[in-house]
């Protein structure tokens, strides 16, 4: 059991899933980076000095105005963090297109390195072509 777990971590495609996991991981993070520490400060900015970070709305509870997120949710009130939300899914959005041009370009550079079909040969009589020659080559012998 241990040879064949040993055979089957050593097959490539276990080898570079491992390792697109890894990458993945660490470029989620870069992402996140970027959209915490780039993208919603310059939205805030534009928004008149926004955190959206902190945006939320109270569902229950008493929370004052101006509280955090975090003192919030520690107060024990049910919040609806819309602006976690927007980060997540602007995250989501910059993760999707740069998977989407990565598979584009491999499409791409997959189809510059493919052989091109060679024309099918031309197809021979049918069946009934075929039974109607030696059909009428019977008849002639006869």
């Not at 602007?90 to 370009?105: C, D, G, P, T």
């Amino acid at each position: 059991m241990l040879s064949e777990f040993r055979q089957f971590i050593a097959k490539g495609n276990v080898m570079d899933l491992a390792v697109a996991v890894i990458i993945g991981g660490a470029f989620a993070t870069i992402v996140g980076s970027l959209t915490a520490d780039v993208i919603m400060p310059l939205v805030g900015a534009i928004f008149g000095n926004v955190d959206f970070s902190d945006k939320y709305v109270v569902l229950s509870g008493e929370v004052a105005a101006g509280t955090s997120l975090v003192a919030a949710r520690e107060a024990g009130a049910v919040v609806l963090a819309w602006g976690s939300f927007v980060s997540a899914v602007i995250n989501f959005v910059i993760l999707a297109f740069i998977i989407f041009m990565l598979v584009r370009n491999a499409a791409k550079l997959n189809a510059r390195f493919e052989k091109p079909e060679e024309p099918a040969a031309p197809a021979g009589p049918s069946e009934i072509d075929l039974l109607t020659e030696i059909r009428d080559a019977l008849q002639k012998q006869s």
